[in-house]
Nanobody, 111 residues
Framework: QVQLVESGGALVQPGGSLRLSCAASGVSIRPMGWYRQAPGKQRELVATISTYGYTNYADSVKGRFTISRDKNTVYLQMNSLKLEDTAAYYC?????????WGQGTQVTVSS
C-alpha cells in the first residue's frame, strides 16, 4: 500500500525558512513532487525531482526553494518565504497514471 506522509509545515514570518519532508512507503524509488494549494485556488506544481535527482521548479519559487531526496524521502527547503507561499503543501507521486497524495502540511507565512 502506497503511503505518503508529509511533515514540517508551520507558521513562519516573511523572509523565514522551513523544511518540509515527505516519506513514501510501499513503493519503489520513482519521481516525486511537491504541490501546493492556497484557499480558493487550484493546486499547483511547486517542484519535482526525478529518480536520478533532476529537478524542476515553478517560476514563482525558483531561487528560493530547493527539492532534494534521500531514497524515498523527499524534502523541500523553502527560504525567503513570502506571504503568497501560504498554502497546504502536498507530496505527490504517480504510478502508471494514478496520482498518490499525502495528507498535506500547512505552511502559513504571516507577520
Amino acid at each position: 500500500q502506497v503511503q505518503l506522509v508529509e511533515s514540517g509545515g508551520a507558521l513562519v514570518q516573511p523572509g523565514g525558512s522551513l523544511r518540509l519532508s515527505c516519506a513514501a512507503s510501499g513503493v519503489s524509488i520513482r519521481p516525486m513532487g511537491w504541490y501546493r494549494q492556497a484557499p480558493g485556488k487550484q493546486r499547483e506544481l511547486v517542484a519535482t525531482i526525478s529518480t536520478y535527482g533532476y529537478t524542476n521548479y515553478a517560476d514563482s519559487v525558483k531561487g528560493r526553494f530547493t527539492i532534494s531526496r534521500d531514497k524515498n524521502t523527499v524534502y523541500l527547503q523553502m527560504n525567503s518565504l513570502k506571504l503568497e507561499d501560504t498554502a497546504a503543501y502536498y507530496c505527490n507521486l504517480n504510478i502508471s497514471g494514478l496520482d498518490y497524495w499525502g495528507q498535506g502540511t500547512q505552511v502559513t507565512v504571516s507577520s
